[in-house]
């Protein structure tokens, strides 16, 4: 700090004093302060960027097991939907559409291989009257008892049995024979036979009876399945 002296109109002297006054910077006027400033901003930003990054790793994780949640229970749902579409919902058989689809496969290998094919038709006798004296429920519960028969006594590969319509049912047995097929449709209609279903009805109609018609044919070019079917039906 200099300091002159003058007079007015005059000039100033040559005297002058000088006093030397050093003021340090404020802190944040420092270059340290504002390296470190840039330093923290820098952290700063980069920590928002692994905070995000993060966020969105864990966002993109919880879309994956979303998608692979619901995609699991369409699948789950199109396969019941499946299920039911090939499936009596009374008796839990097949239903005529998969009994067809599954028969014309079969068909097919067998006209291939030259093995036998058996279709038995089942019916069970009177139910009409059944369901008049017993009522409609104890009439499903009796094609369920029949359904559970089925399905406990088919159980080979590539053998099938459906409910065909109503009181109908259908089975189709590969590589039988048609003495096969008998002693097969004769073990069914004894099994139907020992049904007996408390709750039906009066005494006299607790007792179950089915009659089986069996058809035999070794597919050969020409046949069809259908003509099979008709041929089990008129031997019902």
């Given at each position: 700090f200099?300091?002159?002296s003058g007079?007015?109109?005059g000039g100033?002297?040559?005297?002058?004093a000088?006093?030397?006054?050093?003021?340090?910077?404020?802190?944040f006027?420092?270059?340290?302060f504002?390296?470190?400033?840039?330093?923290v901003?820098g952290?700063?930003?980069?920590g928002?960027?692994?905070?995000?990054?993060r966020?969105?790793?864990?966002r993109?994780?919880?879309?994956?097991?979303?998608?692979a949640q619901?995609?699991?229970?369409?699948?789950?749902?199109n396969?019941e939907l499946?299920?039911?579409a090939?499936?009596?919902h009374?008796?839990?058989?097949a239903?005529?559409?998969?009994?067809?689809?599954?028969?014309?496969?079969?068909w097919r290998?067998?006209?291939?291989s030259?093995?036998?094919?058996?279709?038995a038709?089942?019916?069970l006798?009177?139910?009409?009257r059944?369901?008049?004296v017993?009522?409609?429920?104890?009439?499903?519960?009796?094609?369920?008892?029949v359904?559970r028969?089925?399905?406990e006594?088919?159980?080979?590969?590539?053998?099938i049995a459906?409910r065909?319509?109503?009181?109908?049912?259908?089975?189709l047995?590969?590589s039988?024979d048609?003495?096969?097929a008998?002693r097969?449709a004769?073990?069914?209609?004894?099994a139907?036979?020992e049904?007996?279903?408390?709750?039906a009805?009066?005494e006299g109609?607790r007792q179950?009876t089915v009659s089986i018609?069996?058809a035999?044919?070794?597919p050969?070019?020409g046949?069809?399945?259908?003509?099979?079917i008709?041929?089990?039906?008129?031997?019902l």
């Amino acid at each position: 700090f200099r300091v002159a002296s003058g007079e007015v109109g005059g000039g100033w002297s040559d005297d002058e004093a000088a006093v030397q006054i050093n003021v340090a910077a404020r802190y944040f006027e420092t270059p340290w302060f504002r390296l470190a400033t840039l330093a923290v901003l820098g952290m700063l930003f980069w920590g928002g960027v692994r905070v995000r990054l993060r966020w969105l790793e864990a966002r993109r994780r919880e879309l994956e097991r979303l998608v692979a949640q619901r995609t699991s229970e369409l699948a789950a749902a199109n396969a019941e939907l499946e299920r039911l579409a090939r499936e009596d919902h009374l008796t839990g058989l097949a239903n005529r559409r998969r009994f067809f689809e599954h028969a014309d496969l079969e068909w097919r290998r067998a006209l291939r291989s030259g093995s036998s094919l058996t279709a038995a038709l089942l019916d069970l006798d009177h139910f009409k009257r059944f369901n008049d004296v017993c009522g409609h429920p104890a009439g499903d519960r009796c094609l369920q008892a029949v359904g559970r028969v089925l399905t406990e006594r088919i159980q080979r590969a590539g053998d099938i049995a459906a409910r065909y319509g109503g009181e109908e049912f259908i089975v189709l047995l590969c590589s039988t024979d048609l003495e096969g097929a008998c002693r097969v449709a004769e073990k069914l209609r004894a099994a139907v036979a020992e049904l007996h279903l408390p709750d039906a009805g009066p005494e006299g109609s607790r007792q179950v009876t089915v009659s089986i018609g069996i058809a035999t044919v070794v597919p050969r070019e020409g046949h069809t399945l259908d003509e099979l079917i008709a041929a089990a039906d008129q031997a019902l």
